[in-house]
């Protein structure tokens, strides 16, 4: 990372960010048990998209200083930052205290086990816990997927992967994508491209998407969503790590509304491939059933704290698992942002001796990441309140913890 953008990352503590506050809990209400399932911060583009982008454009893409789909210093920056404004909550909240380490076992950490997860993880533990002794759990092998955030398809039967194939075909066609299509044409050069030129495809709106749910394997796509996917993913990465505005997509994205239209193409992607209710409750599966071991059966005995760090296919699958209702995040063009976190909470109501869920989405927003602006309770990061169909929450945000274990329960099946 240059000087300049460590530099922004230092004179963050001098902005002052947009954030939403947290409500203050009613009264009588205490907070017993925080999970926080988190996608890594920023990453260099992945390297397995290397060829797509090269293919996709004449232009040249910029270098990066840290190999593909690593996470760079300055995700590290806004990880620290995130990690400083969740130990003050907690802390506000009582659930940890200020000034102290926590004790053994209270606070747990737990990283899928590639560099960008586990990094996320250890920078996180470093803003939250600063000098304390939190190590982060991940398998020994690094660089291969642990089967707890691996979203692949578990299901080998004929009949499941014909189900699943339509399901994503048809989350597919309820989206109007052309316009988001023809605006990338027009950004890449594409009627210029290796692709046009060389394999004679020049057109993302007249080829069709094709999709596969192969036993052992992600749900995968082929075809212009996987190419708009790159494309708009790495111009988004460049935004975030604060590559100057004639770097970013050559300085062809001026607007708001084109980062928007673009958006569609990169959450379109996700959607198709993870938001299918036969796809994500598959995928999903293993994931859903440690977070029902952890909030729900071995609840009592559980760490206070705990953080699970994976990736943006983990949040979103898990949401459509367990049946989130739609929802909106501001200031934001992604549907699960670089370093977003879906933060399970478990209160107790002493007044009405009752045990109550919140979910929280808990993220970053484009400013706040473009400018590694500090988090703190006075300038927080966004939160937006999450709903379960199966769990309907009142204006304050809960819902009966018993409600929420059923369709955690039904969900871990």
């Given at each position: 990372?240059?000087?300049s ?17 947290a ?53 590290g ?88 194939v ?74 975030y ?27 379109g ?57 739609p ?11 670089i ?25 970053q927003?484009?400013?706040q990441?473009?400018n ?7 300038s927080?990061?966004?939160r ?6 199966g769990?309907?929450v ?16 039904n969900?871990?099946?």
């Amino acid at each position: 990372m240059n000087k300049s953008v460590i530099a922004v990352a230092v004179s963050a503590t001098l902005l002052v960010s947009a954030g939403v506050k947290a409500e203050a809990a009613p009264e009588g209400y205490q907070l017993q048990q925080v999970l926080i399932m988190s996608r890594h911060n920023l990453r260099a583009p992945l390297a397995n998209n290397g060829s797509v982008l090269a293919q996709s454009t004449p232009n040249q893409w910029p270098e990066w200083d840290v190999p593909g789909g690593q996470l760079t210093t300055k995700g590290g920056i806004l990880e620290v930052y995130m990690g400083h404004y969740m130990r003050e909550w907690l802390a506000q909240q009582k659930l940890v205290t200020t000034g102290e380490c926590p004790p053994e076992n209270t606070v747990y950490a737990y990283a899928n086990s590639l560099q960008r997860t586990v990094a996320t993880a250890q920078f996180f533990i470093t803003g939250a816990f600063p000098g304390c002794d939190v190590p982060v759990h991940h398998q020994d092998a690094m660089g291969t997927m642990d089967p707890t955030f691996n979203p692949v398809i578990t299901d080998n039967s004929a009949a499941f992967r014909e189900r699943a194939v339509k399901a994503m075909a048809d989350e597919r066609q309820k989206m109007h994508l052309d316009d988001s299509y023809k605006l990338l044409e027009q950004i890449v050069d594409y009627q210029n491209s290796p692709s046009c030129k060389e394999d004679k495809t020049c057109s993302l709106t007249a080829t069709k998407d094709s999709f596969s749910a192969p036993f052992g394997k992600e749900p995968g796509v082929s075809g212009p969503l996987k190419v708009g996917n790159s494309l708009v993913d790495a111009f988004t990465l460049q935004y975030y790590e604060g590559f100057s505005v004639e770097n970013v997509a050559w300085g062809a994205i001026k607007t708001d509304q084109q980062w928007r239209v673009l958006s569609e193409l990169k959450n379109g992607y996700q959607d198709s491939l993870f938001t299918s209710p036969e796809v994500a409750r598959n995928v999903a599966a293993p994931l859903v059933k440690y977070i029902d071991k952890a909030l729900v059966t071995d609840a009592a005995t559980a760490p206070k704290v705990t953080l699970m760090v994976g990736h943006d296919s983990n949040i979103a699958s898990l949401l459509k698992a367990l049946d989130v209702k739609p929802y909106q995040l501001q200031k934001q063009y992604e549907r699960t942002p670089i370093g977003g976190k879906i933060v399970f909470q478990r209160w107790h109501d002493a007044t009405g001796n009752r045990e109550l869920m919140k979910i929280e989405y808990v993220y970053q927003s484009t400013g706040q990441l473009r400018n590694a602006e500090v988090l703190t309770l006075d300038s927080p990061p966004q939160r937006v309140t999450l709903e379960l169909k199966g769990c309907p929450v009142d204006a304050d945000g809960f819902c009966p913890v018993d409600k929420f274990n059923a369709v955690l329960n039904n969900a871990a099946k």
